[in-house]
């Protein structure tokens, strides 16, 4: 029903910068939160940042001062600008939209994940 497709990432120098893009479609009548989340293997996939529809913003600690989240809310997409980019940023960096695709009051909100897009950050 939602479907989220990546783009962006890509290998990169410690220092370096990318831009991540995500872009929801579907049946679509709202979302709230969108975010970015990580996975690096062997571990489990963290919070990178999210934002709310009204552009609330929160970050993990590690991110701060170097990634800035931002949505674009008439096309549905949200945007990752990393900057500073460290070896240890080096995941697989999932979007997420938490919508809704029914107008009728009460209808549930549900989380929808994109495929994931390779960031590496190495000499």
């Known amino acids: 029903q939602v479907q989220l497709v990546e783009s962006g990432g890509g290998l990169v120098q410690p220092g370096g910068s990318l831009r991540l893009s995500c872009a929801a479609s579907?049946?679509?009548?709202?979302?709230?939160?969108m975010g970015w989340y990580r996975q690096a293997p062997g571990n489990q996939r963290d919070m990178v940042a999210e934002?709310?529809?009204?552009?609330?913003?929160n970050y993990t600690d590690s991110v701060k001062g170097r990634f800035t989240i931002s949505r674009d809310n008439a096309k549905n997409t949200v945007y990752l600008q990393m900057n500073i980019l460290k070896p240890e940023d080096t995941a697989v960096y999932y979007c997420?939209?938490?919508?809704?695709?029914?107008?009728?009051?009460?209808?549930?909100?549900?989380?929808?994940w994109g495929q994931g897009t390779q960031v590496t950050v190495s000499e």
């Open positions: 997420l939209a938490m919508a809704t695709t029914s107008p009728y009051i009460g209808a549930p909100t549900r989380r929808y």
């Open positions: 934002i709310t529809s009204g552009g609330t913003t």
């Open positions: 579907g049946t679509i009548f709202s979302i709230n939160t």
